[in-house]
């Protein structure tokens, strides 16, 4: 297939509007229900007061806003894919803006801005503020300042809409990878992230993880929990050639959060097994080197590659209260640097296709029963 027909075949699984719209309608449209913005995100997007606050200014001030992209549902709500944090912070301005669990959240107080100095302190109305607020000529001009939406119709292909979401915070986003895979898995299924955070925050889990407090902040344990659902049962002809590791991941993670045949119950059984055998056997040291007579450095990716996936894929084998079972996890952990086979793929330089389907077989031998 030419490069034009591919073109021309893409094009056609992607259907868009664009227009402008006040945000006086805008905020008719949440009132009623058919924005959804997607609260659970403030979570995850970190926005200061002061950036709120220059964002009003900005409106004030007549500077055009980016685009505000919505998915059109099946039902005609609109989806919010890009914008959220913009339209949570007008919303929160004028007092409406509601939290996931549907309470509304106090109104936004303004700090003075670079430009506007005197928006210290001001709010949107009296009731927020008694001496300090914008006065009915301020709101209504406010209210009718224009925004663009950009607008994918529900005729679109399904996956669009996480496509484009995926991009746009991506591209020169502060988000780090697991962050924006939070958010598509929500928009997929809410239920799906909640039980992925659930077993992300399994004690035994975090028992055994030395990661650094700004890698917790980014959600790199639910990224480890997300790696270890998708691959340690991955056959090697799927880890071979994998371009991106990041996008390999997004892109399994979503297939199993649109499959209603995963079994999730299973799955939560065999991730609880596999970590209270590890924390047991080992603690924080489960993921860092040994070497010199004892366990050295922070959390190694390439260790915990080879032993919570090895050990995953054989879980069922196990026994926790098996005392020669939890010495195997231990020899192994401490012989780890002694296995060339281990030491010729774990540098930082190797790619994953390269590193896993060489590392990821290496684990399930050295850990089987």
């Not at 925004?147 to 292909?157: G, R, T, Y």
Request: proline residues 4%.
């Amino acid at each position: 297939m030419t490069l034009v027909v591919q073109i021309e075949e893409k094009r056609k699984e992607i259907h868009t509007d664009a227009y402008p719209m006040s945000i006086g309608e805008l905020v008719n449209l949440y009132l009623d229900s058919d924005l959804d913005i997607h609260p659970e995100f403030q979570r995850i997007y970190r926005w200061t007061e002061v950036q709120k606050s220059r964002l009003i200014e900005s409106i004030l001030l007549g500077i055009p806003l980016p685009s505000f992209f919505v998915a059109q549902r099946e039902d005609g709500i609109w989806d919010v894919v890009d914008g959220l944090q913009r339209l949570s912070t007008i919303f929160s301005f004028l007092g409406i803006y509601k939290n996931e669990n549907g309470e509304v959240e106090p109104p936004l107080v303004l700090k003075g801005t670079e430009y506007l100095p005197a928006l210290e302190g001001i709010a949107w109305n009296e009731e927020t503020s008694p001496n300090n607020f914008f006065s009915v000529d301020l709101q209504r001009a406010f209210k009718r300042e224009k925004v663009d939406l950009k607008i994918i119709k529900k005729e679109s292909d399904d996956q669009t809409k996480y496509e484009l979401f995926q991009r746009l915070n991506t591209f020169g986003s502060s988000l780090s990878d697991q962050e924006v895979r939070n958010c598509l898995l929500i928009m997929i299924d809410k239920t799906f992230f909640d039980w992925i955070k659930e077993l992300a925050t399994y004690e035994p889990f975090l028992s055994t993880l030395t990661i650094t407090g700004r890698q917790f902040d980014e959600q790199y344990h639910l990224e480890l929990a997300v790696r270890f659902l998708i691959l340690k049962d991955k056959a090697l002809a799927d880890l071979r050639g994998i371009p991106d590791i990041g996008d390999y991941i997004t892109k399994q993670i979503k297939d199993i959060a649109s499959n209603p045949d995963y079994d999730r119950a299973a799955e939560a059984e065999k991730f609880r097994k596999t970590f209270d055998l590890l924390s047991s056997a080992l603690m924080d040291n489960a993921f860092r080197k040994y070497e010199g007579g004892r366990y050295t450095g922070g959390f190694s990716l390439s260790i915990y590659e080879v032993m919570a996936l090895g050990l995953g894929n054989n879980v069922q084998a196990y026994d926790l209260n098996n005392a020669d079972h939890l010495e195997k996890i231990v020899s192994v952990s401490k012989g780890l640097l002694q296995e060339e086979r281990y030491t010729a793929k774990r540098g930082a330089g190797y790619k994953a296709s390269d590193r896993l389907p060489h590392i990821l077989p290496l684990g399930v031998e050295l850990l089987r029963i």
